[in-house]
């Protein structure tokens, strides 16, 4: 399983990444994924991923974390999707 935060730019996505990893206890580091919007190839029109993965293990901690990830996503004009 994934959440998956939608960030606008490189910039919030990086600063999501580092905020996550300090205010949780995340299994795996956070992983920055570039994802261009449908027909564009302007590094302009891309949002960035920030994916944190974790096992079934994981689940529950994260779980209780969701609304936590949602909160810190919207602080940069973003959301959070479920992977």
């Known amino acids: 399983m994934n959440h998956i935060l939608v960030l606008p730019d490189r910039d919030a996505a990086e600063e999501v990444a580092e905020e996550a ?3 949780f ?3 795996r580091l956070p992983q920055l994924v570039r994802d261009a919007l449908a027909g564009e190839d302007d590094a302009e029109d891309a949002q960035w991923l920030v994916v ?4 079934d293990d994981d689940a529950t901690e994260l779980e209780l974390e969701a609304a936590a990830l949602l909160a810190l996503a919207e602080e940069y004009g973003g959301w959070v999707e479920e992977g």
């Open 52 to 55: 944190i993965e974790y096992d």
């Open 21 to 23: 990893t300090e205010r």
């Open 25 to 27: 206890t995340l299994p």
